[in-house]
């Protein structure tokens, strides 16, 4: 029996078949199209639409040899299988596939499987056949390819299952055979050429056979656990496929839903696999290697790939393995990866540190990219200010990592370090700089003095740019391809990486172009740099897209002048840096010198930047130029080590100066490595959680309300504005997030908030509780930086005096109290009933005929039903028990336009890289 | 070449950088500063606490409220059982209006401090106590220093002195007591870092503590929290009850005697040096200006018998080129004892002349001059105890409620024009009154007492004085039970 399946060489195959020393009693083509039909015709065999119809027309016959169309058997292929299947009183029998294309290239001989029902060969890739699987033996499945079944197992069975894909169907009808005791056996002896379908083990439908087979033949328990960790693994392995250039999601989750839609269908198939059956799970286990093959795979594949990235050209192999350990640049790399891990470890526990502008992501990832899209801004008392981009890619990410937000922080974090130093290796290779300096100054890059005080700066979208601007200059300094194709693809592959930095700091989207430029002056004469040039700036220019809804409502004039950019300069370490740059200037072959004196060019316009507050220049200059300082050192650091390896180049005073330019360059490797001693990447430590989170313990719902937090400007949680010289702001209870960080122009609500705050410092009230609560505030924390702080002692100082705030001790860091006047809470019925904070929005108790006043700054977009404002705040009806803000639709558009951009721009790269 | 242009662009740019400066500091808070104690009224919402009023078995006391405008006024008293909740009582208040509250009425449970809150002002409180056997009254205060100053304390034989410590806030306080005595700077043993907990009181028997001697003034200063302390002085007479100060370089004193009583000044100089001091008598015949002088030295509190300077009665300010406190305490002759050093007779005769002392008379018919020196029927001779920090600062215009209530007792407003030009002044009935406005007019450097009917009689309390030129402006109350001065409280 031929099953015609994909048009492939048809009438070679059942010439083959025909061509059998052992006769066969009938061919039957089945299925396939009308030219199936024909070509069967046309070879004076017979075709029959389904196996179904087979079974039925061949009442006499003992057995049946399945073959799939485009499989070409060797003339002896059927009599082996009769005379192994026949000594070993087997049930099913499959032969050895061999490659049509490379005949000596081995592709199954029978299968292993995993629990999630993927066949495993236990092949290595590109395995020839020497005879060394030449046994006949046992399987727990055998390819569709060639397949001698008896026929009363096939009648019992109900054939092969039509609905699967070839392999899963192959694998799934071994499963359900060996439920009834048959037994499977692979015959080396009988050889088939087929073409290779291991690629197509990825598509969803052979996904979608595996869940089905699982769901068939298993028992409950098995099933019980078996299937989320098929999902979950299923999942992780599309997400790892993403650093193999595969988009496997889609294939993923339409496996998983069209077994939902065939979910009945295959509940019936259960019953009838499993009715009759006399052997249980553990008999299918026991062909089974554990953990999933499919992950494994792709993990293999990456670690490769990663491997033939690293310094060292020679590729892996298992001879080679204690070679490479002893390879510098592999301890080099391994005492990186420990750094990383070790510098990083408190934010795998605890997540960003809440201090300054870091705060932690928002609770839910979708939340926040809806918020972006047009939502509203939780910031204070509210607006319509668009939130950055940083919010939508955070939350993004997030979403993927299981809407779990330390993970995602952790990942971004990790995962900007790593991907830094790798960047900066790779960078610095374009020179022919080698793997151990480039990872020295991949460390310097990510964690060196520079770099740390973006951190300190808790400027957390730059320091994780960080670990994308060297590839972004990678990208645009690499050959460019031949192909027009490979070129777009190579352009937006830039824009690509530029848009994602743009979203997480806006203004590094100008680093790699500038840092190139100058690159480009410097060796004016050469055309390839200043296409690098090109093609940075190109993709800079593709980026802007993905920037909006922020960037057409942002004022942006603000958002480069909010806070002060005066980086205080590290004098040590600045002569530090100077002293190395300057040594290798001197000393190092002119190319690296010249690199050197690119990076010393790059570090000085960048503190020049980092320091420009007499220029109006804002926080966001001042983390972007320190950028800029931390790709400038590394740019010195790595000649700096690479110069002293160059005996040949290197010699007499050289030399000494280059031992100067390394022993300064050991000094910041050192100051990086301090890192490791927080554990929290640069960041200083967590100041928040501590201040915040009491009010987690306190009675009732601390998300129905406010914190008023007091303290010195620039000394609150992101953005404060002030009153009297003193700073304050409200946070979210029991802990801000990062969506609240930057605060929007002053509304209505927050006038009237300043206003108060004025009654209170003038003494015109003993009572500031009573005036505090309609803005939702039921603690006020003073924040002070000493005990001493002027700003925390003038607001203690006020509220220390009033008569309904209740200091709050218990072992709290900072003077905190809880306001006992009623009603202080963000959102309150009209009968008084509190309602809590859902988002950006409010949930509670349905209440009907009544309103709700929603303690935000007034949007007629507040809801659902008829809005009213109340003073500064909205009303809205109780009746339904949530209540929230409309969606400005232009924004939403503009942010999936965005998305959707983003997704094109990933489609041509990919495309470009694939096919260019 | 390219390494050369590299290397002065950098040094170019860097050097730029380097000179770049730094933006300038913030500023401190312009808010913050501890607030120095006043007595003054202003025109926002306002807090008075009211640290020493009883209302039990024995004793009666009224909150006095009064006020200029139309307000809600709320008496808070705190329970010194922490889970129960406290006493409130609330009353709406026609400006410009008087009332005074029985604090019985809110709760009757021995000690009960408490605070008086209005929505709007300018409004005052005072407190007035009475029982068979005493008679006391304060006014409240709405500031809270952190360090406060009582002066006048005696643990002499025959007196008790208490201490009051009324914290009203949430936060409990932490406050350290110093005692400075006729021997100096006495420390208190277990007054250090001394609790008192929120929304509560402590009262503390000093004669206990710091027992036999004859002047003590203490300093309350607050580590955290705050608390608003009164001294309480009881003799076998009566009782005197004062709150807290802050210091001035000014003190007036409407009143200083009445009747049966002689008046003492003390002074307390916490300062490192001396302060020169100097006293105006501003008697019915005319001011006499630099009475006395002393130089005030540092710990050294001071009393002095102002009979031995003049004839009561008269008013007295008391002038200083450095913060002092200062106090009038009055009682029959003997009763507080003699420290320092009397005046030879002729130099007080010669002072009695002093050729500056304005020669205006309050005889216009339009004026109720009550400080002539016509024939009156045989003065009612007073046996009692009263006590009462002075005013900081003259005003133009005074809330006075708690006027003629407690029954049997006769209750003056004292008027003190201490400027060398005379003072016209209206004083008016807050609220309807039997009691018509009446215009008097006060010579230069003279006082008026001005006698109250009773509030059965007037069906008023309280009484606004709107003057023409600043003035000071003080109560007494007299009765058989005993004796009471109580400070005005002006309108800033």
Redesign the interface.
């Known amino acids: 029996m031929i099953i015609a399946r994909r048009d492939a060489d048809l009438p070679a195959t059942i010439e083959s078949v025909r061509r059998q020393v052992y006769e066969t009693q009938r061919i039957i083509v089945v299925g396939g199209d009308k030219d199936a039909r024909r070509v069967a015709s046309d070879n004076g065999v017979e075709w029959i639409t389904s196996v179904a119809g087979v079974i039925e027309t061949c009442g006499d016959v003992t057995h049946m040899w399945f073959v799939l169309d485009g499989v070409r058997a060797r003339p002896d292929a059927l009599g082996a299988l009769v005379r192994g299947q026949a000594r070993l009183d087997a049930s099913v029998a499959g032969s050895k596939i061999l490659d049509e294309k490379n005949p000596d290239r081995l592709l199954s001989v029978g299968y292993a499987t995993d629990v999630f029902e993927t066949p495993y060969t236990g092949f290595d890739e590109d395995e020839l056949d020497q005879g060394q699987y030449d046994v006949v033996r046992d399987v727990a499945a055998v390819g569709g390819q060639s397949t001698l079944m008896r026929m009363d197992l096939a009648r019992g069975l109900g054939g092969p299952d039509t609905a699967m894909a070839p392999v899963a169907a192959a694998v799934d009808f071994c499963q359900r055979a060996r439920l009834r005791g048959a037994r499977v056996v692979a015959i080396p002896s009988s050889e088939v050429l087929a073409h290779n379908d291991h690629d197509e083990l990825d598509r969803w439908s052979e996904r979608a056979g595996r869940i089905r087979a699982m769901i068939k033949v298993y028992g409950p328990l098995t099933l019980f656990w078996a299937l989320p960790m098929a999902f979950l693994s299923g999942f992780a392995q599309s997400f790892l496929s993403l650093f193999l250039g595969r988009w496997r999601f889609f294939e993923w989750i339409r496996a998983w839903l069209w077994n939902l839609v065939k979910l009945p269908n295959t509940l019936h198939e259960r019953h009838a696999a499993r009715k009759g059956r006399v052997v249980g799970d553990a008999e299918l286990f026991r062909y089974q290697i554990s953990g999933s093959v499919a992950l494994k795979s792709v993990v293999t594949e990456l670690s490769d790939r990663i491997r033939r990235r690293l310094p060292g050209e020679d590729q892996f192999s298992v001879e080679a393995v204690g070679e490479e350990l002893r390879r510098p640049s592999f301890i080099v790399g391994a005492v990186a990866l420990l750094f990383v891990l070790l510098a990083t470890r408190s934010i795998w526990s605890v997540g960003l540190p809440a201090i300054g502008f870091s705060l932690p992501f928002p609770d839910s990832g979708p939340g926040a990219i809806s918020a972006y899209a047009g939502g509203w801004n939780p910031a204070g008392l509210g607006s319509v200010e668009p939130l950055r981009p940083f919010i939508a890619l955070a939350g993004l990410i997030q979403t993927i990592l299981f809407d779990n937000r330390r993970l995602a922080e952790y990942i971004l974090t990790v995962g900007s370090w790593l991907v830094g130093i790798w960047g900066v290796v790779r960078l610095l290779r374009t020179w022919s700089i080698r793997a151990v300096a480039g990872t020295l100054a991949g460390i310097v890059y990510v964690a060196g003095p520079a770099a740390q005080a973006v951190a300190q700066e808790t400027a957390v979208g730059v320091a994780i740019v960080i670990g994308l601007i060297p590839w972004s200059m990678r990208f645009a300094l690499a050959p460019f391809p031949a192909s027009w194709g490979a070129r777009v693809g190579r352009i937006t592959a830039v824009a690509i990486l530029a848009g994602l930095a743009a979203m997480l700091a806006p203004l590094t989207l100008a680093i790699p172009v500038a840092a190139l430029l100058i690159w480009a002056l410097l060796n004016f004469t050469d055309g390839t740099l200043w296409r690098a040039f090109g093609i940075s700036l190109g993709g800079a220019v593709l980026a802007v897209p993905l920037l909006f809804p922020w960037l057409g409502t942002a004022d942006l004039y603000r958002f480069v002048t909010d806070g002060e950019a005066y980086w205080s300069l590290p004098i040590v370490t600045a002569v530090i840096v100077v002293i190395a740059a300057a040594a290798v200037l001197v000393a190092a072959p002119p190319r690296l010198a010249l690199i050197a004196a690119w990076g010393a060019v790059l570090a000085a316009v960048g503190t020049f930047l980092a320091r420009s507050a007499g220029f109006g220049s804002g926080r966001e200059i001042e983390a972007a130029g320190i950028a800029v300082v931390s790709l400038g050192v590394g740019l010195i650091v790595g000649p700096s080590f690479e110069a002293i390896t160059r005996v040949r180049e290197v010699g007499g005073w050289r030399r000494i100066v280059s031992g100067i330019a390394v022993a300064a360059s050991v000094f910041l490797v050192a100051t990086a490595v301090v890192t490791v001693l927080g554990g929290r990447a640069g960041y200083p430590s967590d100041e928040y959680r501590e201040a915040f989170t009491f009010s987690a313990a306190r009675p009732g719902d601390p998300t129905a309300s406010r914190i008023l937090v007091l303290g010195a400007p620039g000394n609150l949680p992101g953005d404060d504005r002030t009153v009297g010289g003193a700073a304050y702001r409200l946070v979210s209870a029991p802990m801000p997030e990062s969506w609240e960080t930057h605060l929007h122009t002053a509304r209505i609500g927050d006038d009237a908030l300043s206003d108060t705050l004025e009654s209170i410092i003038d003494g015109e009230t003993k009572r500031a509780g009573e005036l505090l609560a309609p803005f939702g505030v039921r603690w006020i924390v003073i924040l002070g930086e000493t005990e001493m702080d002027p700003f925390a002692e003038a607001w203690r100082t006020i509220f220390i005096g009033q008569l309904d705030l209740v200091p709050l001790g218990g072992g709290l860091a900072n003077t905190t109290f809880e306001n006992e006047a009623e009603n202080a809470v963000r959102a309150v019925s009209a009968e008084g009933t509190p309602w809590t904070r859902a988002g950006t929005g409010y949930q509670g108790t349905r209440e009907f005929g009544i309103g709700l006043e929603v303690r935000e700054n007034a949007n007629d977009r507040w809801g659902p039903g008829d809005w009213e404002q109340i003073g500064w705040a909205n009303g809205v009806t109780a009746a339904t028990g949530t209540v929230g803000f409309e969606p400005i639709n232009s924004r939403q558009s503009q942010a999936i336009a965005a998305a959707v951009w983003l997704v094109a721009l990933t489609g041509v790269a990919w495309g470009g890289r694939r096919f260019g | 070449m390219?390494?050369v242009i590299?290397?002065i662009?950098?040094a170019a740019?860097?050097a730029?950088?380097?000179v770049?400066?730094?933006?300038v500091a913030?500023?401190?808070?312009?808010?913050?500063?501890?607030?120095a104690e006043t007595v003054g009224a202003s025109g926002?919402?306002?807090?008075w606490y009211c640290p020493w009023v009883v209302s039990g078995a024995l004793r009666d006391s009224t909150f006095n409220l009064g006020s200029m405008m139309d307000v809600n006024a709320t008496i808070?008293l705190p329970n010194p059982n922490p889970t129960e909740d406290p006493s409130i009582n609330e009353t709406r208040l026609r400006g410009p209006g008087a009332r005074s509250i029985d604090a019985g009425d809110i709760v009757r449970r021995g000690t009960a401090p408490g605070?008086v809150?209005f929505d709007d002002g300018p409004a005052v409180a005072t407190t007035v106590m009475w029982s068979e056997e005493i008679l006391t009254g304060d006014r409240c205060v709405a500031s809270?220093p952190k360090e406060w100053h009582l002066v006048g304390g005696i643990t002499a034989e025959g007196f008790t002195l208490e201490l009051q410590l009324f914290n009203?806030?949430?936060?409990s306080a932490k406050v350290t007591i110093e005692a400075i005595t006729e021997f100096g700077r006495s420390p208190l043993a277990g007054f250090e870092s001394f609790d008192v907990p929120?929304r509560s009181w402590v009262t503390e028997d000093l004669s206990r503590v710091i027992p036999f001697l004859d002047m003590a003034t203490f300093t309350v200063t607050s580590e955290?929290?705050?608390v608003i302390p009164s001294l309480i002085l009881n003799n076998e007479n009566d009782e005197a009850s004062w709150p807290g100060t802050g210091q001035s370089t000014i003190w007036d004193f409407p009143v200083t005697s009445l009747p049966g009583l002689e008046p003492t000044l003390v002074i307390s100089n916490t300062g490192s040096v001396g302060a020169t001091v100097a006293i105006d008598l501003f008697t019915p015949d005319g001011p006499i200006l630099d009475a006395d002088g002393r130089i005030v030295a540092p710990l050294e509190p001071l009393r002095i018998h102002l009979a031995d300077l003049a004839e009561p009665p008269f008013a007295v300010r008391v002038r200083s080129n450095a913060p002092i406190g200062a106090i009038i305490q009055a009682a029959p002759e003997g009763t507080f004892p003699r420290t320092d050093i009397l005046p030879p007779e002729e130099e007080v005769g010669d002072e009695s002349t002093d050729e500056d002392a304005p020669d205006d008379e309050a005889t216009d018919e339009d004026t109720a001059d009550t400080t002539g020196d016509e024939e009156s029927e045989e003065p009612v001779v007073y046996d009692g105890l009263a006590a009462m920090p002075g005013n900081t600062d003259p005003l133009e215009r005074w809330l006075v409620p708690g006027l003629g209530v407690v029954p049997g007792a006769e209750t003056s407003i004292w008027i003190l024009n201490p400027s060398d030009e005379r003072a016209t002044v209206t004083v008016s009935p807050l609220g309807v009154s039997a009691v018509s406005s009446e215009k008097i007019v006060i010579p230069a450097g003279r006082y008026v007492e001005i006698p109250m009917p009773s509030l059965s009689e007037s069906g008023n309390s309280g009484m606004l004085i709107d003057a023409s030129l600043p003035v000071s402006v003080a109560v007494s109350i007299a009765g058989p039970q005993g004796v009471a001065f109580i400070g005005g409280v002006g309108v800033g």
């Open positions: 390219r390494l590299a290397a662009v950098v740019v860097g730029f950088a380097l770049q400066t730094e933006p913030e500023r401190p808070p312009d808010f913050g500063v501890p607030p926002d919402p306002s807090a808070t605070v809150e809270v009203p806030f949430a936060e929120g955290s929290g705050i």
